[in-house]
């Protein structure tokens, strides 16, 4: 059964019942007024070329895999930028559940193949940590329209930071995905790197144009400091590594003892506050006392544990700017003037705000 968590009042996050019951285990539905559950009918709906196409794929897995006919599976996922192409199938399979992963524009693009390739890579240079995987590959289609891998039925890190009563065990969580971040960019040798800023001021200068006179005037003074603070960072090397791409928490699965990364079809080398901004701006989404919170705009604990997992030396001082930077081009993208925000956006936005003021305030 698909379900819907309603975190404050607006929608955190659709989890299957298993992982629900985990959330209760852990104190969250049974002791907060402010976290219910509602359930939800399987979604997103495919029409009926997109069913009758997965039910094909399906059945070509199953026959590679010897499972037998007729596996059943639901669409859990429907990509928001590429909806005619892109999708995510959950197969019921006689002892475990798969999950597929379609692109129906990938013979071209070379899209699935690509990724499937670095998963294969990436899972042998995983046996060696105890602690950090990725989920295992499986079979990739003759015709490069999908692949599949193990489906795994756990809260991802993002359902956990969004959603948890515990500032230990979300600081944890940070812990753990920097250790995890810490492994795979150690998968290549690193290099150095000069950071160049400009694309970043650039977007930001962009995304002013587009957004209420009030912002344009809450905005300037933090897009002065930034830009002054481009001008001092700008040529200063950092480490480069094979980078995840996408590093967001929804792309990190918290197991039993260890945690499993997915989703790699942005994967290439650059520098490596890139992976670590990604993950540690959904800090965002933890109440926070001015005093916890650093001059980047994120919670310290959770900062400072990250860190304890990840090794790899990185310039503080761009690190610092480049969260700013996100967190700034973020805010600023939610008051896009053709944007209308849903309840759960405006809360971000609000956020957002919070957030910016505080590490604006610091030098």
């Not at 009758?52 to 037998?68: D, I, K, P, W």
Request: aromatic share 10%; hydrophobic share 40%; proline share 4%.
């Amino acid at each position: 059964m698909t379900v819907l968590v309603v975190w404050r009042d607006h929608t955190a996050l659709l989890r299957t019942m298993s992982a629900i019951d985990m959330a209760c285990a852990l104190g969250s539905c049974q002791s907060n007024p402010l976290f219910r559950v509602q359930l939800l009918p399987l979604m997103p709906i495919l029409t009926e070329d997109e069913n009758r196409r997965a039910t094909e794929f399906v059945a070509e897995f199953s026959r590679h895999a010897g499972l037998g006919p007729a596996l059943q599976f639901d669409c859990v996922y429907r990509s928001h930028g590429f909806p005619d192409t892109r999708l995510v199938l959950r197969v019921q399979g006689p002892t475990r559940d798969y999950a597929m992963k379609i692109d129906t524009a990938s013979p071209e693009s070379g899209r699935l193949k690509a990724e499937f390739d670095v998963l294969t890579r990436l899972e042998r240079y995983f046996d060696r940590h105890e602690t950090s995987r990725v989920v295992h590959p499986y079979y990739l289609s003759p015709g490069n329209m999908f692949f599949v891998t193990e489906f795994i039925d756990r809260p991802t890190a993002v359902d956990v930071i969004h959603n948890s009563e515990d500032d230990d065990q979300v600081a944890r969580i940070y812990r753990r995905a920097g250790a995890w971040l810490n492994d795979l960019h150690s998968f290549q040798p690193a290099t150095e790197y000069e950071f160049r800023p400009r694309w970043m001021t650039l977007s930001i200068r962009e995304l002013v144009n587009s957004v209420p006179p009030h912002i344009v005037e809450e905005s300037q003074s933090m897009v002065k400091t930034l830009k002054t603070s481009a001008q001092h960072l700008k040529g200063i090397p950092d480490t480069r590594v094979f980078s995840h791409g996408d590093f967001h928490g929804q792309n990190l699965i918290v197991g039993k003892g260890e945690m499993i990364g997915l989703d790699f079809t942005e994967v290439r080398e650059k520098l490596a506050v890139y992976d670590i901004v990604d993950f540690l701006k959904s800090d965002i989404f933890r109440d926070a006392d001015q005093s916890d919170v650093d001059r980047s705009g994120i919670l310290k604990l959770n900062k400072d544990m990250f860190f304890r997992g990840y090794r790899h030396p990185i310039h503080i001082g761009i690190l610092d700017f480049c969260i700013r930077g996100r967190l700034l081009k973020d805010w600023l993208a939610s008051w896009h003037i053709d944007h209308n925000c849903s309840a759960y956006e405006e809360d971000r936005r609000r956020r957002l705000g919070d957030r910016l003021q505080i590490a604006f305030q610091q030098r």
